[in-house]
């Protein structure tokens, strides 16, 4: 997990209770929303990729049977964790696009940052390079409760606002490709509000959780206990 103090009520995917399984958080201390939250350049120049390698390590020696972290924007180091990982390890919700994209004309990303969610980021999680604009993508506001709770780090959050400003967006996308039949969420804070998508558009609504790799793990763990 990243470094945060913001609320995670239930829903959200850095709160164990919202598994559902016995869940072992780790933070990985020093690294929080803005240095995880940002352009494929910028984590290609930092080096945050030792501190998670450290991370699993750590997981691994407590027995855990499948490995996420809490941020989507991670999917650009899929590759380099998975390797480093002895277990199932999944970055991202966006590591379901591709198999979505084999069934649906389009896909929906709903992001806590459109302007740094970028092509790579859909393609280090398989998308294929003929399918990129088959992704569409809505950002939170920048200037919005949700966003200044989560990239402030902040110790408080106003959930009603957010619950607004979440709706809000999944319709303006909703308005942009009445297409879509699916809305994938890019951020682990973001499936406390799944229900009120639901509500509002008549979409699947999918999130990390809803990994197939994270789910397959879990199952096979428990039939192993």
């Known amino acids: 997990m990243l470094q945060t103090r913001f609320p995670r009520p239930l829903g959200d995917l850095g709160n164990p209770a919202s598994w559902g399984v016995p869940t072992q958080l780790l933070v990985v201390e020093g690294v929080g929303p803005q240095d995880a939250v940002t352009t494929a350049a910028a984590l290609r120049a930092s080096e945050l990729l030792p501190l998670f390698e450290a991370g699993i390590r750590r997981l691994e020696m407590r027995g855990v049977a499948a490995i996420t972290t809490s941020c989507g924007f991670l999917v650009l180091l899929q590759d380099q964790l998975a390797s480093a990982s002895s277990v199932p390890l999944v970055s991202s919700s966006l590591l379901q696009l591709p198999a979505l994209l084999a069934h649906e004309q389009a896909v929906g990303v709903l992001t806590i940052s459109a302007d740094r969610l970028g092509d790579e980021h859909l393609l280090r999680a398989g998308v294929p390079a003929a399918r990129l604009r088959d992704v569409f993508i809505e950002g939170m506001p920048a200037d919005g409760a949700f966003s200044r709770a989560i990239m402030g780090n902040s110790e ?54 809803d990994s197939p790799a994270l789910k397959q793990a879990l199952t096979a763990d428990s039939l192993a206990a």
């Open 156 to 209: 408080t959050m106003d959930f009603d606002r957010v619950a607004q400003e979440v709706v809000q967006a999944a319709t303006r996308l909703q308005a942009r490709a009445p297409a879509l039949a699916t809305l994938v969420l890019e951020c682990t804070n973001l499936p406390p509000y799944a229900q009120a998508i639901r509500a509002a558009t008549g979409w699947r609504v999918l999130s990390l959780a």
